[in-house]
T-cell receptor, first 112, second 111 residues
Framework: DGGITQSPKYLFRKEGQNVTLSCEQN?????MYWYRQDPGQGLRLIYY???????QKGDIAEGYSVSREKKESFPLTVTSAQKNPTAFYLC???????????FGPGTRLTVL | DAKTTQPNSMESNEEEPVHLPCNHS???????IHWYRQLPSQGPEYVIH???SNVNNRMASLAIAEDRKSSTLILHRATLRDAAVYYC????????????FGKGTLLTVNP
């Protein structure tokens, strides 16, 4: 089945540790996105990538890093510089044009 | 990005139509209007999108005002599974098509 997978579903880390969230898609989509969602709030864009080996900062990129070495993969690293990393992280992908974004199931990160 | 304004919450009864409003007075001529919905602890799900004309699909209808400053998402017969947060989003112009999510409208469907 085609879709987007995010792993793990729940992730716990100690404060000060970097952590990498996985996002894989087999939809052959060019664009991929990372969002963060806090309780009761809408999604906020962290980073996005329109093509392989290229990505742009979103609205809240500080403390995060990404890579896009393969079309199907767009991992997000939450670094120790992110002041409040506990949140629900969502990955999405989209084909070219004004089409819908397809979202993964999300990873809930808790930093202890 | 086009700024959108939605009511914080709305309530409906099962099997009745629901009209979810959205204002987007700063929308540009090339901005699309997208609607997504999100169930708790899940990723958002695409509902519908449009540019100028009214649009219909199996999930809903989208009515866009002639001046494009507002739109309405119409669920023709609400079910309990339609209870979710609904986001109205104006995409940025150009080729980026970034989506900027606000807080959306929490739709409650009563049995």
């Amino acid at each position: 089945d085609g879709g987007i997978t995010q792993s793990p579903k729940y992730l716990f880390r100690k404060e000060g540790q970097n952590v990498t969230l996985s996002c894989e898609q087999n939809l052959n989509h060019d664009a991929m996105y990372w969002y963060r969602q806090d309780p009761g709030q809408g999604l906020r864009l962290i980073y996005y990538s329109q093509i392989v080996n290229d990505f742009q900062k979103g609205d809240i990129a500080e403390g995060y890093s990404v890579s896009r070495e393969k079309k199907e993969s767009f991992p997000l690293t939450v670094t120790s510089a992110q002041k409040n990393p506990t949140a629900f992280y969502l990955c999405a992908s989209k084909p070219s044009g004004p089409n819908e974004q397809f979202f993964g199931p999300g990873t809930r990160l808790t930093v202890l | 990005d086009a700024k959108t304004t939605q009511p914080n919450s709305m309530e409906s009864n099962e099997e009745e139509p629901v009209h979810l409003p959205c204002n987007h007075s700063t929308i540009s001529g090339t901005d699309y209007i997208h609607w997504y919905r999100q169930l708790p602890s899940q990723g958002p799900e695409y509902v519908i999108h449009g540019l100028t004309s009214n649009v219909n699909n199996r999930m809903a209808s989208l009515a866009i005002a002639e001046d494009r400053k507002s739109s309405t998402l119409i669920l023709h017969r609400a079910t309990l599974r339609d209870a979710a947060v609904y986001y109205c989003i104006g995409t940025s112009g150009g080729s980026n098509y970034k989506l900027t999510f606000g807080k959306g409208t929490l739709l409650t469907v009563n049995p």
